[in-house]
């Protein structure tokens, strides 16, 4: 029998999930950026909404297998679709967005993902 799934992690992973990443290049160094990758509706738009704003601070972050994770996948997104270090960075995202709403997980999505509004 399987073990019952934990529904706000599964929100959060499936808000992770809707996000696609990207690699634009400006007059500086490459920047790797995240958006919807289509209509979402409901707790899974909010959880989105959250990884998004995690995801612009991913950079500066203290968690260092993210910021890792988010360096690899912005390199390899420069040379190929790169979906080994797709998945891992989507891993740690959604860790770093579990770890900062798991207290509260309605309340801290609302606020993480208010920030993107």
Known sequence: M??????????VRQGVL?????V????????????????????????????LAMHKEAELSDDEQL???R??????????????????YQDRLARAVWAAVRQDPPRRIEALGHAED
């Open 2 to 11: 399987d073990a019952p799934v934990d529904y706000w992690p599964q929100v």
């Open 18 to 22: 809707a996000l696609g990443f990207s």
């Open 24 to 51: 634009h290049r400006g007059f500086g160094a490459p920047i790797l950026s995240a958006d919807f990758i289509g209509p979402l509706e409901g707790w899974t738009r909010r959880a989105a909404q959250a990884a």
């Open 67 to 69: 910021v890792q994770a």
């Open 71 to 88: 360096l690899r996948l912005l390199a390899a997104l420069e040379q190929s679709a790169a979906a080994d270090e797709l998945a891992a």
